[in-house]
């Protein structure tokens, strides 16, 4: 919440604002003994692995990273806030973490040096530091105060991520180091192929969408620059697996631990980035939580795509109390329906029930017909049908 003093409230802003950092980054190049130090750690490793997170995306660093990867025949991952920088390149094994996929998974018991550049390694892309167990850590961040913060480090490097980057490449270059086989990368993607390929089976049908067939129609709608944002809650590993994001314009306001704040967050990202859609994807209850915001966009004629990824539940309390053979119609609601309720607050609507029902919403984005609330109707029962029958037969 910003409070704003009466008297200020038609001044004129000059100037930049200030900003809150914990401390200052470092201006300069890295050390160059710190810089031999991760290289000869990375050479002696028998299977390393690079992780970027945002700061690598907001440096620039993408390429160096894939360089040196390439170099070392090592895979590359990211954070969630990172996603997809990597995208569609043999080396990328997707985000690191609880989201990784079994090939990601099973790489991972066997990494024996992580090179992290610009994340802060929290709980979520650690398991809580089991991630990194057993493996040697070097944390490049520009701010000294991030090392040890949330994760144990054997070497940090005090740098810009690019310009660290940058210097690894070039002296990993100097060293003339002989040229890696790549076959460990390449057997990694062909394993990565092959799970694509196998892909998900789908329970779409019978008047209500599967979550991750409307995830990844919406990405085949969405016009180039689209920021995303999600909530929190079941429905979010959906969004964050199959909704493919430009890097650097992805957020989630889940380290406060709350669903419903993901539409006042995607309401002030619309505000400061208007040439483009926000699109926002949230569940019904969180959607709950923050709905009456959808009005701030309709006054301020935000291009805000809000979808409702609606199960007519809190969605993991479903699946928990099915899971433990409890009733799990202690996790459903009846609510307004989302459409109707955006209408009334002034903005476009449709209800998904069908897959093919995102015609509808291809023409208003088409059209720029915003803000615009897409409610897509899922069923959680049909989400692991295993869980609801057993769960349906011990309650009786």
Wanted: with cysteine; charged share 20%; net charge negative.
């Amino acid at each position: 919440m910003l409070d704003l003093p009466y008297d200020l409230l038609e001044v004129a802003a000059t100037g930049e604002s200030p900003r809150a950092v914990p401390s200052p980054p470092v201006p300069g190049a890295p050390a160059a003994d710190l810089v031999d130090d991760a290289l000869a750690a990375l050479l002696g490793s028998a299977r390393p692995l690079i992780l970027a997170g945002r700061g690598a995306v907001g440096s620039g660093a993408r390429d160096d990273i894939l360089r040196l990867a390439r170099a070392l025949d090592a895979p590359v991952m990211t954070t969630l806030l990172a996603k997809d920088l990597f995208a569609g390149e043999p080396e990328n094994l997707g985000i690191h973490g609880s989201l990784s996929h079994a090939v990601a998974i099973e790489e991972l018991g066997r990494i024996d040096c992580v090179l992290v550049v610009g994340t802060a390694l929290s709980s979520f892309t650690t398991d809580n530091t089991a991630l990194l167990a057993g493996k040697f850590v070097i944390q490049i961040d520009d701010r000294s105060d991030a090392f040890g913060r949330f994760a144990p480090v054997d070497l940090p490097i005090t740098g810009d991520a690019a310009k660290v980057m940058h210097a690894l490449c070039k002296r990993l270059a100097e060293a003339d180091a002989p040229a890696p086989s790549g076959r460990r990368v390449t057997q990694l993607a062909e394993a990565v192929r092959a799970l694509e390929q196998k892909g998900y089976h789908s329970i779409s049908g019978g008047g209500t969408v599967d979550m991750r067939d409307a995830m990844a129609r919406l990405a085949a709608l969405l016009p180039p620059g689209s920021q995303v944002v999600t909530d929190i809650g079941r429905f979010s590993t959906a969004a964050w697996k199959y909704l493919p994001v430009e890097p650097g314009r992805f957020t989630v306001p889940g380290a406060f631990g709350s669903i419903g704040l993901g539409i006042a967050t995607a309401v002030g990202a619309a505000a400061s980035h208007r040439d483009a859609p926000t699109v926002c994807v949230v569940g019904d209850g969180g959607a709950m939580m923050g709905l009456t915001e959808l009005s701030t966009a309709v006054r301020h004629h935000l291009p805000v795509v809000l979808v409702v990824l609606d199960d007519h539940c809190y969605g993991a309390e479903y699946l928990k109390l099915a899971g433990l053979g409890l009733k799990p119609a202690h996790s459903e609601v009846e609510w307004p329906g989302f459409a109707e309720t955006a209408r009334a607050l002034g903005a476009r609507a449709v209800t998904v029930r069908e897959i093919d029902e995102f015609a509808q919403v291809a023409a208003l984005i088409e059209k720029g017909n915003y803000p615009l609330v897409v409610e897509v109707k899922a069923d959680p029962a049909r989400r692991r049908p295993h869980v609801a029958t057993a769960a349906a037969g011990r309650a009786h």
